[in-house]
């Protein structure tokens, strides 16, 4: 068998420990022979000791110029193959990871297409059953919603006319938090219905209200009448509802509101 020889891209962990190791046995060597040395020198005059002292600081020197050397050696090796690799490895290979990198980008965008497609064919299989199932009141419901979410829906509804009527007629303090309280609300009743309170998009939506709110008031409060921005905000309100309905809608069951059969909604809607 051939032994293929193996290119090293960088020095392993355990080389540069010993190195390391080699190193500070050098600096030791050299401090204390040194030390010993001029001790030997000045000191006693021991010139058996200071032949031993030169011979352990020479070992140390050379031991030390040995470790710098295999250090600047290895530094050298990575960078001339790093050199390699950028000027002719990643050359050749530029032109197929771009190509990767479109392919994992067009697989990103399929699969977001594939998941809507699903949810939508489960949304049409769940009409299906329930337009058999469930009286024609409703099959009138948009898809993905319940009769209990058109319940709440109207109650919410009476509760937030009630509000702007009795904000209208009266001069309610802190009008500005009270609105934007039917916007939390309204956003909590459409989230719970399709359980979006883990979707990030979803919490983003709510923060919209949060943040202008309160800063339109003030800021419209300075040009027009007080009445006038309580209705202007309540009618983006009913946008807002509106949006956010169709969005969810759009997101858990991959379809528009009354999008699926509208033929079927105007005739049921017509009888």
């Given at each position: 068998m051939t032994n293929t020889p193996q290119t090293r891209i960088a020095m392993p962990v355990s080389e540069k420990i010993g190195l390391a190791i080699a190193l500070t046995i050098a600096i030791i060597l050299i401090g204390y022979s040194f030390f010993s040395f001029l001790i030997d020198l000045i000191l006693t005059s021991d010139w058996y000791g200071i032949v031993i002292d030169l011979i352990f600081l020479a070992i140390g020197i050379s031991l030390g110029l040995f470790s710098i050397r295999i250090y600047k050696k290895s530094v050298y090796y990575e960078s001339l193959v790093s050199s390699a690799f950028d000027k002719g490895i990643y050359t050749r290979l530029e032109p197929v990871l771009r190509k990767v990198a479109e392919a994992s980008a067009e697989m990103e965008d399929l699969e977001g297409r594939l998941n809507r497609i699903d949810r939508k064919v489960q949304t049409v299989i769940d009409e299906h059953v329930k337009a058999e199932k469930s009286p024609e009141v409703e099959r009138m419901v948009a898809p993905g919603t319940s009769m209990s979410f058109v319940i709440k829906t109207i109650f919410l509804t009476i509760v937030t006319m009630s509000g702007f009527m009795f904000m209208i007629a009266t001069s309610l303090g802190a009008?500005?938090?009270?609105?934007?309280?039917?916007?939390?609300?309204?956003?909590?009743?459409?989230?719970?219905?399709?359980?979006?309170?883990?979707?990030?998009?979803?919490?983003?939506?709510?923060?919209?209200?949060?943040?202008?709110?309160?800063?339109?008031?003030?800021?419209?409060?300075?040009?027009?009448?007080?009445?006038?921005?309580?209705?202007?905000?309540?009618?983006?309100?009913?946008?807002?509802?509106f949006l956010y309905f169709s969005w969810a809608v759009y997101e858990t069951k991959g379809t528009l509101p009354f999008s699926l059969d509208l033929g079927k909604y105007i005739k049921i809607k017509l009888r």
């Amino acid at each position: 068998m051939t032994n293929t020889p193996q290119t090293r891209i960088a020095m392993p962990v355990s080389e540069k420990i010993g190195l390391a190791i080699a190193l500070t046995i050098a600096i030791i060597l050299i401090g204390y022979s040194f030390f010993s040395f001029l001790i030997d020198l000045i000191l006693t005059s021991d010139w058996y000791g200071i032949v031993i002292d030169l011979i352990f600081l020479a070992i140390g020197i050379s031991l030390g110029l040995f470790s710098i050397r295999i250090y600047k050696k290895s530094v050298y090796y990575e960078s001339l193959v790093s050199s390699a690799f950028d000027k002719g490895i990643y050359t050749r290979l530029e032109p197929v990871l771009r190509k990767v990198a479109e392919a994992s980008a067009e697989m990103e965008d399929l699969e977001g297409r594939l998941n809507r497609i699903d949810r939508k064919v489960q949304t049409v299989i769940d009409e299906h059953v329930k337009a058999e199932k469930s009286p024609e009141v409703e099959r009138m419901v948009a898809p993905g919603t319940s009769m209990s979410f058109v319940i709440k829906t109207i109650f919410l509804t009476i509760v937030t006319m009630s509000g702007f009527m009795f904000m209208i007629a009266t001069s309610l303090g802190a009008v500005h938090f009270a609105t934007l309280l039917f916007y939390i609300l309204w956003w909590v009743l459409i989230s719970s219905e399709f359980k979006l309170f883990n979707n990030t998009a979803a919490w983003a939506m709510v923060f919209v209200p949060i943040l202008l709110v309160p800063v339109g008031f003030m800021i419209l409060d300075a040009f027009l009448e007080i009445n006038n921005v309580i209705a202007l905000f309540y009618a983006i309100l009913a946008l807002y509802a509106f949006l956010y309905f169709s969005w969810a809608v759009y997101e858990t069951k991959g379809t528009l509101p009354f999008s699926l059969d509208l033929g079927k909604y105007i005739k049921i809607k017509l009888r």
